[in-house]
């Protein structure tokens, strides 16, 4: 399953994200992808698409980075299936 990551850095200091990125790296579990990413022009946020099968993953994931981040994450599917899916409804 696809995830929509949105993350507010706290403070608005993106500074403190990327310091900890290149110190320790993404932090995620075995089983956790990282898909792709998106940084609003204001550095307030962060937009993620991560994708696993199991959500504690992402659980685990988030309680790495929850004390200089909030997040809001949003199960996603693409636009091509659930056109799909709506077409076999008629």
Do not use: H
Request: aromatic letters at 12%.
């Amino acid at each position: 399953m696809q995830f929509m990551v949105v993350e507010r850095f706290r403070n608005q200091d993106a500074k403190a994200i990327y310091r900890r990125l290149r110190e320790r790296g993404r932090m995620m579990p075995e089983g956790l992808t990282f898909v792709s990413s998106f940084v609003a022009a204001d550095f307030s946020r962060c937009f993620q698409l991560m994708e696993c099968t199991d959500v504690t993953l992402l659980q685990r994931w988030v309680a790495q980075w929850s004390d200089i981040m909030e997040f809001d994450i949003v199960p996603v599917v693409a636009g091509k299936e659930t056109a799909a899916a709506l077409d076999d409804l008629s």
